[in-house]
Every structure is written in structure tokens, then in C-alpha cells.
């Protein structure tokens, strides 16, 4: 993958943590890893839970609806067999409002 290889840090947004995934070129440069940093949690604080950039990168990737309907239903079914009731994350409520 060369400069194109995946770097991943957490990041607490207030409400979840978020997987943030960049690219070597951005990791190895700490001022751009500040921005991207820097810009993703203020969009955090901005609506108030999950960062919009976020949101919108989810948005846009590509699932067919029933794998992600069958996925969702067997990690209902492994949660519930586990005694824990599933419930939608602030991020999942976001998406829907929008």
C-alpha cells in the first residue's frame, strides 16, 4: 500500500469513540494528523455527539441492505442469547433523523 497504507487512532467524541482511519502520508505528518485530529473532534462538538465527516463517510459506503439486515439480526440475536438487550447507538439514532 506504500504512503496509502492504513494508520487508525480512537478518538473519544464526547458520546462514542470513533475508529478515525488515515492514510501513512497523514500519520506520519504530525501537523496534518493535528488537523484531521483537531477538525473531526470540533465536528463532534459541533452537533453534538458524532462528528459529521463521519457520519456523511458512512453514508456513502456502499452495503446492500439485507447483509447489513442479516448482520444486524444475528448481532441482535448474539446479544439478547447474552442477556443484553440491544439498543441503537447516539451515532445510529443520528442517521436516522437526518
Same mark, same amino acid.
Given at each position: 500500500?506504500?504512503?496509502h497504507?492504513? $494508520?487508525? $487512532?480512537?478518538?473519544?467524541?464526547?458520546? +462514542?469513540? *470513533?475508529?478515525? +482511519? %488515515?492514510?501513512?502520508? %497523514? /500519520? +506520519?505528518? !504530525?501537523e496534518?494528523?493535528?488537523? &484531521?485530529?483537531? =477538525?473531526?473532534?470540533?465536528?463532534? +462538538?459541533? @452537533?453534538?455527539?458524532y462528528?459529521? %465527516?463521519?457520519?456523511? =463517510?458512512? #453514508?456513502? &459506503? %456502499?452495503?446492500? &441492505?439485507? #447483509?447489513? *439486515?442479516?448482520?444486524? /439480526?444475528?448481532?441482535?440475536?448474539?446479544?439478547?442469547?447474552?442477556?443484553?438487550?440491544? !439498543?441503537?447507538? #447516539?451515532k #445510529?439514532?443520528?442517521? !436516522? @433523523?437526518?
Open positions: 500500500y506504500g504512503p497504507r492504513i $494508520f487508525y $487512532f480512537y478518538l473519544n467524541t464526547g458520546g +462514542e469513540i *470513533a475508529r478515525i +482511519e %488515515v492514510p501513512r502520508w %497523514v /500519520a +506520519e505528518n !504530525r496534518l494528523l493535528d488537523f &484531521a485530529h483537531g =477538525a473531526i473532534l470540533k465536528q463532534g +462538538e459541533l @452537533t453534538g455527539g462528528p459529521y %465527516v463521519l457520519t456523511r =463517510a458512512h #453514508e456513502l &459506503a %456502499v452495503i446492500k &441492505a439485507q #447483509e447489513k *439486515a442479516n448482520l444486524e /439480526a444475528m448481532i441482535e440475536r448474539a446479544l439478547i442469547s447474552r442477556g443484553i438487550l440491544p !439498543r441503537l447507538s #447516539e #445510529e439514532r443520528w442517521k !436516522r @433523523t437526518v
